[in-house]
T-cell receptor
Framework: GAGVSQSPRYKVAKRGQDVALRCDPISGHVSLFWYQQALGQGPEFLTYFQNEAQLDKSGLPSDRFFAERPEGSVSTLKIQRTQQEDSAVYLC????????????FGPGTRLTVT | SQQGEEDPQALSIQEGENATMNCSYKTSINNLQWYRQNSGRGLVHLILIRSNEREKHSGRLRVTLDTSKKSSSLLITASRAADTASYFCATDAGNNNDMRFGAGTRLTVKP
């Protein structure tokens, strides 16, 4: 079956622009996660959804970051007024049930803010 | 903030040799997972070990967990060039809803 997909794969934004990153999880997966991965580092947790409910957004670095999953499937991570420090790979993952289950990762969106 | 720390940061071995990577973490956990990431690709789940387990095997992979020392190790036996990747441990950090990843070990297997 299809895995987790993300779009776009690459995004270049000028500082101050808003961007929207999309994640299509594996069908039927309850949990969805967003991570930010800087070059040479491990993924840093951003936020977690159980179906359409955002249960944890403690990792979002500022109020410029916003995520939603309105119908409990596709999710969008939005970054407003992008800054250079937002440049990173944004990874989406889904798991069948909860956070303790195996997570299936998408290929990521590489965001470059110039 | 990252919960796990992998050691070493980088490891270079010859094909056929064994590779051992270690992970230390700070808080109590329910489970610990190891992931692999090839250059430019997403993470792939390798193995999950629960807090009440001490050792687990999957093919050429062997994972141990010592909750008293808050540490885990990943052993790859008979390494292949295709094993070249970054390896991350991730913990569920107890009651939190997130997985915390370490900075990873960069493994290079020379043919």
């Amino acid at each position: 079956g299809a895995g987790v997909s993300q779009s776009p794969r690459y995004k270049v934004a000028k500082r101050g622009q808003d961007v929207a990153l999309r994640c299509d999880p594996i069908s039927g997966h309850v949990s969805l996660f967003w991570y930010q991965q800087a070059l040479g580092q491990g993924p840093e947790f951003l936020t977690y959804f159980q179906n359409e409910a955002q249960l944890d957004k403690s990792g979002l670095p500022s109020d410029r970051f916003f995520a939603e999953r309105p119908e409990g499937s596709v999710s969008t991570l939005k970054i407003q007024r992008t800054q250079q420090e937002d440049s990173a790979v944004y990874l989406c993952a889904s798991s069948l049930l909860g956070p303790a289950d195996e997570q299936y990762f998408g290929p990521g969106t590489r965001l470059t803010v110039t | 903030s990252q919960q796990g720390e992998e050691d070493p940061q980088a490891l270079s071995i010859q094909e056929g040799e064994n590779a051992t990577m270690n992970c230390s973490y700070k808080t109590s956990i329910n489970n610990l997972q190891w992931y692999r990431q090839n250059s430019g690709r997403g993470l792939v789940h390798l193995i999950l070990i629960r807090s009440n387990e001490r050792e687990k095997h999957s093919g050429r992979l062997r994972v141990t967990l010592d909750t008293s020392k808050k540490s885990s190790s990943l052993l790859i036996t008979a390494s292949r060039a295709a094993d070249t990747a970054s390896y991350f441990c991730a913990t569920d950090a107890g009651n939190n809803n997130d997985m915390r990843f370490g900075a990873g070990t960069r493994l290079t297997v020379k043919p």
